[in-house]
C-alpha cells in the first residue's frame, strides 16, 4: 500500500494531467453540435474528478489521523534508505515478473488532444487500407487496424454518442430545443387556464402572474410549477452540464427575497392600506379560501365556524386564544405562498436563461407545422446523412436498413418520425408480462389501454391514476397495500374526529353518536 504522501503526490499529479485535458478539449475547434455536447459532458465528468482529487488532497493535508506526519518524520529520518528500500522491492518484482508491462499515464489523456472532425477523413482511409490488406489475404489486416485506430482515439466514444440517444427526446434534437409538451398537458388540466395551442403555450408560458392569484393554492397548479422546474433543472443537466445552476439559484433566491420584502413580486404584490382580496377571503380559523364575497360572508355566519372559533379559543387559552390560532393559519398560508412566488421566479429565471432555446424550439415548431413530407425528409437528409444509404433495386424487397418500424402502408415510417416519437427506446412493463414498447408516448398509453387494465385486475388492484408508471408487479402490491392502510387510517380518523351534536346540544364523535342513536337513546 502506498504512503499517504505518495497518494498525495499522486493526486496532484492527476489534477494537473485533468486541467491539461481540460485546456486540451476547449482549445478544439469543433463546428458540429452533437461533438460540442458530447465535449460539455466529458468536461464536467473531468471537473468532478478534479474535485474529488482536491477533497483527497485536502484530507491527507488536514492529517486527522497523525499518519502523514509519521510518514514526513520517517523519510526526514531515513532520507534516501526508504527510496533506495523502496526501489529494491520495483526491481525485484520487474525481475520475477519480465512479461509485466508498463503503461506510462500520458497513453489515457493523448485521446484529448485529437480533434474528431480532423480525424475522420483519416479514419476513412485506414478502414479502406485495412480492407485492402485483407482482401489480399495479408494475415497481419487486424494488427494493422487495431495499431491505426488506437493512434486515432478521441473522446468521442460509442458509449458517449449512444448516451445522447437515450438522455434526449425526439423534439429537444440533442438540445437544440426544449420540449415542454408534458407540461403543456398539465396546463392544460389547471382550473380556469386558458385553452392555448402547444405554440400560443410557448410563447406566454412564462406569463404566470396572468393567473387567478385565487387558483395558485390548488394542488393541480404547484404541480404543474414543479414539473416545469424539474424540467429546467434536467435540461441543463443534460443540454448544458457546464452550466452553473447553483450561482443561478443563489442570484435568483437575493432577487426574489428582496422583491418579496418590497412586495414587488410579480403577481403577488398586495395593497397594505386596505389588505389584498384573497386575505378578505381566506377564513384563518377554518383554513379555508373563498372565491366569492358571498360564500365568504355566508361562512362567516354560519354555525360550523362559531364552533370552530370556539373550539379554538377553549384549545389556546394559554397562548392567546382564537387570535394565536388565526395568527399561525395566516402565516402557514403566507409561508405556502411565498414557495409557490420563490417557484414562479425561478423558473422565470431558467426561461431567461433559455429564452434562445425556447425562441427557437417557437420557429422550429411553426416552421415544421409548414413543411410537406418531402420536405421533412429532405430536412433529414441534409442534417444526418449517415443513416441514409442508396435504395436497393428489387421491388419485391422492403429497404428498411435501420429497422424502423412499419406505417399504415407497410412501409417504414420516416426517421424524422421515429425520431421524434422517441421510438429508439424500449420500455418494458412487468404487469403486461414483460410486454416492449417503442417510445414513452406508446409506453405511457398502454397503462390506460385494457390488457393493462385486465392484468391490473388479475392482480387484485383497481387500475386508478395512482398506478400510472408503475410497472413492476413488486412496486404495484407494494403501492395497493399502502393505499389500503391509509384509507383504513382515514376512516378510524373520522370515526375519532367527526363531531354530532345531538337535539340538546351535547357533541359526540361520529362513532359514539350512531351507537347511541341505534339504542335509541338519543
Known amino acids: 500500500m502506498d504512503s499517504l504522501l505518495e497518494q498525495q503526490r499522486q493526486a496532484y499529479e492527476d489534477i494537473e494531467r485533468l486541467e491539461q485535458a481540460i485546456v486540451d478539449l476547449m482549445l478544439q475547434d469543433l463546428t458540429k453540435h452533437r461533438y460540442k455536447l458530447i465535449r460539455e459532458q466529458k468536461i464536467s465528468e473531468l471537473l468532478n474528478q478534479v474535485q474529488s ?33 523502496k526501489l529494491r522491492l520495483i526491481r525485484s518484482y520487474y525481475r520475477l515478473h519480465p512479461e509485466a508491462i508498463v503503461i506510462p499515464p500520458e497513453l489515457e489523456y493523448i485521446k484529448y488532444k485529437n480533434n474528431p472532425e480532423e480525424l475522420e477523413d483519416k479514419r476513412k482511409e485506414i478502414e479502406a487500407k485495412v480492407a485492402s490488406s485483407a482482401k489480399d489475404g495479408d494475415e497481419d489486416a487486424e494488427i494493422l487496424a487495431e495499431t491505426e485506430h488506437s493512434s486515432l482515439e478521441t ?21 437544440r430545443y426544449v420540449d415542454l409538451n408534458e407540461q403543456y398537458e398539465l396546463y392544460l388540466n389547471i382550473k380556469d387556464a386558458k385553452h392555448l395551442t402547444y405554440l400560443e403555450y410557448l410563447a406566454v408560458f412564462t406569463k404566470l402572474e396572468d393567473y387567478p392569484r385565487k387558483n395558485k393554492s390548488n394542488r393541480q397548479y404547484t404541480d404543474y410549477l414543479l414539473s416545469l422546474r424539474k424540467y429546467f433543472e434536467g435540461f441543463f443537466a443534460r443540454a448544458m452540464p457546464l452550466f452553473n445552476v447553483r450561482k443561478t439559484n443563489m442570484e435568483a433566491e437575493e432577487n426574489f427575497a428582496l422583491q418579496w420584502q418590497n412586495n414587488e413580486a410579480s403577481g403577488w404584490e398586495t395593497d397594505t392600506a386596505n389588505g389584498s382580496l384573497e386575505q378578505e377571503l381566506f377564513c384563518a ?29 377553549n384549545e389556546e387559552k394559554n397562548s392567546g386564544g382564537a387570535d394565536a390560532a388565526m395568527k399561525r393559519a395566516y402565516d402557514e398560508k403566507a409561508a405556502r405562498d411565498k414557495e409557490v412566488a420563490w417557484m414562479e421566479h425561478l423558473i422565470r429565471t431558467y426561461a431567461q436563461v433559455l429564452a434562445d432555446r425556447i425562441s427557437d424550439t417557437r420557429s422550429n415548431v411553426e416552421r415544421r407545422q409548414a413543411l410537406t413530407e418531402e420536405e421533412r425528409n429532405q430536412e433529414i437528409d441534409e442534417e444526418e446523412p449517415e443513416f441514409m444509404e442508396e ?83 413488486e412496486e404495484a402490491l407494494a403501492l395497493w397495500e399502502r393505499i389500503q392502510k391509509e384509507k383504513k387510517q382515514e376512516v378510524s380518523n373520522s370515526d375519532t374526529f367527526e363531531e354530532f351534536e345531538d337535539s340538546e346540544g351535547n357533541v359526540f364523535n361520529k362513532k359514539t353518536y350512531l351507537d347511541l342513536k341505534r339504542q335509541g337513546l338519543i
Open 155 to 175: 473522446f468521442v466514444t460509442a458509449e458517449s454518442e449512444e448516451k445522447l440517444e437515450t438522455i434526449f427526446s425526439g423534439e429537444e434534437r440533442l438540445g
Open 53 to 85: 482529487r482536491s477533497r483527497l488532497v485536502a484530507d491527507i493535508e488536514n492529517d486527522a489521523s497523525g499518519l502523514r506526519k509519521k510518514d514526513v518524520d520517517e523519510v526526514t529520518k531515513d532520507r534516501f534508505d526508504d527510496f533506495y528500500k
Open 285 to 313: 380559523a377554518c383554513k379555508k379560501n373563498f372565491e366569492k364575497e358571498t360564500t365568504y360572508s355566508a361562512h362567516m355566519n354560519s354555525r360550523k365556524h362559531m364552533k370552530t372559533v370556539a373550539r379554538l379559543q
Open 391 to 473: 435504395k436497393d433495386d428489387k421491388d419485391d424487397q422492403i429497404y428498411n436498413p435501420l429497422n424502423l418500424p412499419l406505417g399504415w402502408d407497410g412501409k417504414p415510417i420516416p426517421y424524422w418520425l421515429y425520431k421524434l416519437h422517441g421510438l429508439g427506446v424500449k420500455f418494458s412493463c412487468e404487469i403486461c408480462g414483460n410486454a416492449v414498447y417503442r417510445g414513452r408516448k406508446a409506453y405511457e398509453k398502454h397503462f390506460q389501454e385494457s390488457r393493462h387494465a385486465t392484468n391490473m385486475r388479475r392482480l387484485g388492484i383497481p387500475n386508478t391514476r395512482q398506478f400510472h408508471g408503475v410497472s413492476s408487479i
